[in-house]
């Protein structure tokens, strides 16, 4: 009978499980740069982790040219988030400025991650924040970078400020009608155009609402592609530029950790830069627009009050396209415009509105009187056509009509310089309050 035999199989070595390890990044500005940048640094991390022994590469989490100071970095959060999920085990960077510069930032975070077990190495100090002295040397570090973004801030801060006394911009961004090239703003004909003709519908009595429709049903898109609204509109009535003057910090930073942008009300001094580039619309026009969007503002506020009825409500007709004329707010009384023109726009009715000052003016020679009363318009016109060339057709209750013809006033004779001073410092004033 043969005898088994029994052969003893060492056991086989444990597999060591590799170190799961990220890159964090934070990438030059401009979609070309960054894109360039970002996939340099991927293939530089995936190297240098895939040949390290017992590394395995678990991607690179990139900002694109945010500031360190801030810890509202969308991929820094990210990378946050995926070690807390258990996927990540060990951090590289290039170096504690480009992790952050805010030290509280820096060592609440690194403590977080500390705590779950997750090593961070900084490449430029060699450091690890796991090793025995990490954290000391880190807070001492990390105090230093934080000192270093507030010495490069307030030296920017002082090169931004020597810029604005000379009327050089800073920042900012194109906006319909201009782009910035060399930090000038160079005139655009084709979207000037279309400025001047928003300024123009939302002077002839035009609402923003109804010129944003006009543009929409036109197929014109704003800067970014959009449909426009109230606010397009608004923002371009209200955008001093357009003057041809510039004004310049209209904010200011908080300060050099927070990086927060608030509107300055008077807390930093301001620059107007007059005749500072080619203008789109006259100093006169624009105030002219800011008079009207303040009376506009103010009859809206009072909308809760019951309408008083016009003398003039019903009686007058559109000879164009028949429709009814209604009462509106302008830059300097009231006006009567076609109610198919106020709606649609002037490819649908091309009538033009009549002030209701002059209104009362040619109604008193129609009818030989000394004083514009309700009762006698009511009981005297049975109503009044309007057509181009400033002609009005009376058609009076006993049978007869009377044509008239009335006469434009100049926008501009009843500012003297003072008023016009008076509402350019109170545009201006509103401009800081709006812009960007």
């Known amino acids: 009978m043969d005898q088994k035999r029994i052969t003893k199989i060492d056991a086989l070595p444990k597999l060591q499980k590799k170190t799961r390890v990220a890159a964090y990044a934070r990438v030059s500005t ?22 390290h022994e017992g590394w395995e590469f678990a991607g690179v989490y990139a900002d694109e040219a945010l500031t360190g100071t801030k810890d509202t970095r969308e991929e820094f959060q990210k990378l946050i988030c995926d070690c807390k999920a258990g996927i990540i085990d060990m951090i590289v960077v290039k170096s504690i400025s480009r992790f952050a510069r805010n030290t509280f930032t820096m060592l609440k975070t690194v403590r977080e991650l500390k705590a779950l077990g997750i090593d961070v190495f900084f490449e430029e100090q060699n450091l690890h924040t796991l090793s025995a002295e990490g954290e000391m040397v880190l807070t001492f570090l990390a105090s230093f970078a934080q000192e270093e973004a507030r010495s490069v801030s307030e030296n920017m801060k002082w090169k931004i400020k020597k810029d604005y006394e000379k009327g050089i911009l800073w920042g900012g961004k194109d906006m319909y009608g201009y782009k910035i090239v060399n930090r000038r703003l160079v005139l655009i004909p084709e979207q000037a155009e279309l400025v001047r003709r928003v ?67 008077g807390e930093k001094d301001m620059y107007v830069i007059d005749d500072d580039h080619e ?13 009207l969007r303040k009376q506009r503002c103010e009859l809206s506020n009072n909308k809760g009050h019951k309408p008083v009825r016009n003398r003039y409500t019903s009686l007058i007709r559109c000879g164009i396209c028949g429709a009814k004329f209604k009462r509106k707010n302008r830059y300097k009384g009231k006006i ?10 002037k490819n649908e009715c091309a009538s033009k509105a009549i002030p209701e000052e002059i209104l009362n003016e040619v109604t008193l020679q129609v009818l030989g009187i000394n004083e514009v009363t309700d009762e006698l318009v009511q009981n005297s016109i049975d109503y009044i056509e309007t057509f181009n060339g400033n002609k009005l057709v009376y058609h009076l209750k006993d049978g007869n009509t009377q044509e008239v013809y009335w006469k434009d006033r100049s926008r501009r004779e009843s500012w003297t310089p003072e ?18």
């Open 336 to 345: 009567w415009a076609c109610s198919t023109y106020n709606t649609q726009g």
């Open 30 to 51: 401009g979609k070309d740069a960054m894109l360039h940048s970002l996939a340099a640094q991927v293939s530089y991390y995936n190297k240098m982790i895939s040949e």
């Open 419 to 436: 008023m016009r001073e008076q509402a350019r410092m109170r545009a201006i004033n509103q401009h800081r309050k709006e812009e960007h």
């Open 199 to 265: 300024f123009k519908m939302y002077l002839d009595g035009c609402g923003v609402q109804m010129i944003a429709n006009i543009l929409n049903k036109e197929g014109i898109r704003t800067l970014k592609d959009c449909t426009w609204n109230k606010s397009t509109i608004l923002n371009m009535i209200g955008n001093y530029n357009y003057t041809g003057s510039l004004v310049l910090q209209k904010t200011y930073r908080e300060d050099y950790l927070s990086k927060k942008t608030i509107r300055n009300k």
């Open 279 to 291: 203008p789109i619309i006259s100093l006169e026009d624009f105030l002219m627009a800011q008079e």
